[in-house]
């Protein structure tokens, strides 16, 4: 029989077990599938003696990933720790150093050192593969660096955060306050450890700049994707997308432009009919968009054990099958530093804000707006509240610079009760 395909799996927690599970509940499918058996040499986590619902008996057990990473019966590093810097890193170049493949589903490690990573695994004749860091179980890494890889990728979208899709779906079908559902969140186990990588963008930010290095063929670059959270959506925001036939999303979009890689991770109005204004609750999607294909949609769950696991599995597969690609779909050395596009496509805006209700008050804003070179599309006053004027704008096509600058002005007219809540209406 062929040699087996030795795995060393690192981080035995939600995504671990997930992992684990499947190795032992399909020893022979995957056998007949890669047409080698797929076996645990080793495993490692903090705590040795915790039940983890999985039997761990027959496998190896290592302290420290590090070495894990380097047994001589590990074929396959699979580094489920999680974090850009500590154990998952120094266990991944040791595996690599060591000429060994990995597996990751740590989008944190990747976005912020993918280029170093892949370098070292090509001079060591190695290859890692991610499928699990972006949008948990759908295979969207596959399908852009194999399945279209005979397109000019033109755009790459998505909605790749399941917590702050649960957290504006949930607000708007409940119509419950921001901070109440994000309460409910973390009640359901949802957040990160450190929520501000949920609700901050990060952690879309980080698989939005994995896509764009395998879409437009360049150097992970999560520096350049402009990041803006969720946290001052307010449920005003969402009833009023909803009249206008819209829904607030966490929307990641990158394209090549003229100007250079544009890539954004912000909250956006989409239409409500779009398959991603549809996108209900921690479920995520990715659009993908290639100049032969079109338009292709993937729907399915962006975390979780099984999902993710999935993910995992689909990688180790590839491997058992003797499937070697670069990391980031093409050599590590010819990926160059993308040029940042200094300005965004022009896009229609929704404003809100709240102004002091005294005369004149909407005239200073809407010359703000003028001298910027923004026109109003639409404007209302929709409230009242003890001196108080809520207001809404929706801007024609503006570059969000210019809207930007007219925000800035605005702070000096002395009628702004608060920071305007700005947001991207998206052509999806
Ligand atoms: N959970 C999900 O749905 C998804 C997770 N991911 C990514 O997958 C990776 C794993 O996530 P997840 O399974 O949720 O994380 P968990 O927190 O559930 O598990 C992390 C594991 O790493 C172990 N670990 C932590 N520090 C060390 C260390 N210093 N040495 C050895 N082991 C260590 C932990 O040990 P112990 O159990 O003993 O504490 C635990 O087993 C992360 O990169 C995450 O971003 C990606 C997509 C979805
Ligand atoms: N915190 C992430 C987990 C999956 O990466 C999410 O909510 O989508």
Same mark, same amino acid.
Request: proline content about 4%.
């Given at each position: 029989?062929?040699?087996?395909? +030795?795995?060393? &799996?690192?981080?035995?927690?939600?995504?671990?077990?997930?992992? &684990?599970?499947?190795?032992?509940?399909?020893?022979?499918?995957?056998?007949? =599938?890669?047409?080698?058996?797929?076996?645990?040499?080793?495993?490692?986590?903090?705590?040795?003696?915790?039940?983890?619902?999985? =039997?761990?008996?027959?496998?190896?057990?290592?302290?420290?990933?590090?070495?894990?990473?380097?047994?001589?019966?590990?074929?396959?590093?699979?580094?489920?720790?999680?974090?850009?810097?500590?154990?998952?890193?120094?266990?991944?170049?040791? *595996?690599?150093?060591?000429?060994?493949?990995?597996?990751?589903?740590?989008?944190?490690?990747?976005?912020?050192?993918?280029? *170093?990573?892949?370098?070292?695994?090509?001079?060591?004749?190695?290859?890692?593969?991610?499928?699990?860091?972006? *949008?948990?179980?759908?295979?969207? &890494?596959?399908?852009?660096?194999?399945?279209?890889?005979? $397109?000019?990728?033109?755009?790459?979208?998505?909605?790749? $955060?399941?917590?702050?899709?649960?957290?504006?779906?949930?607000?708007?079908?409940?119509?419950?306050?921001?901070?109440?559902?994000?309460?409910?969140?973390?009640?359901?186990?949802?957040?990160?450890?450190?929520?501000?990588?949920?609700?901050?963008? @990060?952690?879309?930010?980080?698989?939005? !700049?994995?896509?764009?290095?395998?879409?437009?063929?360049?150097?992970?670059?999560?520096?350049?994707?402009?990041?803006?959270?969720?946290? +001052? @959506?307010?449920?005003?925001? @969402?009833?009023?997308?909803?009249?206008?036939?819209?829904?607030?999303?966490?929307?990641?979009?990158?394209?090549?432009?003229?100007?250079?890689?544009?890539?954004?991770?912000?909250?956006?109005?989409?239409?409500?009919?779009?398959?991603?204004?549809?996108?209900?609750?921690?479920?995520?999607?990715? #659009?993908?968009?290639?100049?032969? #294909?079109?338009?292709?949609?993937?729907?399915?769950?962006?975390?979780?054990?099984?999902?993710?696991?999935?993910?995992?599995?689909?990688? #180790?597969?590839?491997?058992?099958?003797?499937?070697?690609?670069?990391?980031?779909? +093409?050599?590590? *050395?010819?990926? !160059?530093?993308?040029?940042?596009?200094?300005?965004?496509?022009?896009?229609?805006?929704?404003? =809100?804000?709240?102004?002091?209700?005294?005369?004149?008050?909407?005239?200073?804003?809407?010359?703000?707006?003028?001298?910027?070179?923004?026109?109003?599309?639409?404007?209302?006053?929709?409230?009242?509240?003890?001196?108080?004027?809520?207001?809404?704008?929706?801007?024609?096509?503006?570059?969000?610079?210019?809207?930007?600058?007219?925000?800035?002005?605005?702070?000096?007219?002395?009628?702004?009760?608060?920071?305007?809540?700005?947001?991207?209406?998206?052509?999806?």
């Amino acid at each position: 029989m062929t040699s087996p395909l +030795r795995l060393g &799996i690192a981080g035995i927690g939600t995504v671990g077990v997930g992992v &684990i599970r499947i190795v032992q509940r399909h020893a022979d499918m995957l056998t007949a =599938r890669s047409g080698r058996p797929v076996t645990i040499s080793a495993v490692s986590a903090r705590a040795r003696n915790k039940d983890r619902g999985v =039997r761990l008996g027959d496998y190896a057990w290592e302290d420290d990933p590090v070495t894990l990473a380097g047994r001589d019966d590990v074929d396959v590093f699979v580094e489920l720790v999680g974090g850009d810097t500590g154990p998952a890193k120094d266990a991944v170049e040791a *595996a690599l150093k060591a000429g060994k493949d990995v597996v990751t589903a740590n989008k944190a490690l990747l976005a912020h050192h993918g280029q *170093a990573l892949a370098e070292l695994a090509e001079a060591n004749g190695a290859v890692i593969r991610f499928e699990a860091a972006v *949008a948990g179980g759908i295979p969207c &890494i596959k399908a852009l660096g194999e399945g279209l890889s005979g $397109n000019e990728i033109t755009r790459v979208m998505g909605v790749m $955060n399941g917590t702050c899709n649960y957290i504006l779906t949930r607000m708007e079908s409940a119509g419950l306050a921001y901070d109440t559902v994000f309460q409910e969140a973390s009640d359901l186990g949802y957040l990160e450890a450190d929520p501000t990588l949920d609700v901050g963008g @990060i952690d879309a930010g980080h698989k939005l !700049a994995l896509l764009a290095s395998l879409a437009f063929g360049c150097q992970v670059d999560f520096d350049g994707v402009a990041l803006e959270g969720i946290e +001052r @959506i307010a449920i005003d925001d @969402i009833n009023h997308a909803a009249d206008m036939g819209f829904r607030v999303k966490l929307l990641g979009v990158a394209q090549m432009t003229g100007r250079g890689l544009e890539a954004r991770m912000s909250p956006c109005l989409v239409p409500a009919s779009s398959p991603l204004g549809q996108l209900e609750g921690a479920t995520n999607m990715v #659009v993908l968009e290639g100049d032969s #294909v079109g338009q292709v949609v993937l729907r399915g769950a962006g975390a979780g054990e099984g999902p993710t696991a999935s993910a995992v599995m689909g990688d #180790v597969m590839d491997i058992a099958r003797g499937i070697r690609l670069p990391t980031f779909g +093409r050599p590590a *050395a010819s990926l !160059a530093k993308p040029k940042r596009a200094d300005a965004n496509v022009p896009a229609p805006f929704y404003l =809100r804000m709240v102004l002091t209700d005294k005369p004149g008050a909407l005239a200073k804003i809407a010359s703000c707006l003028g001298e910027a070179g923004i026109s109003i599309d639409r404007m209302r006053q929709y409230d009242h509240a003890a001196g108080s004027a809520p207001v809404l704008i929706v801007t024609h096509k503006a570059m969000r610079q210019s809207l930007d600058s007219a925000i800035a002005a605005m702070s000096g007219t002395g009628v702004l009760e608060s920071d305007p809540v700005a947001l991207r209406i998206e052509d999806v």
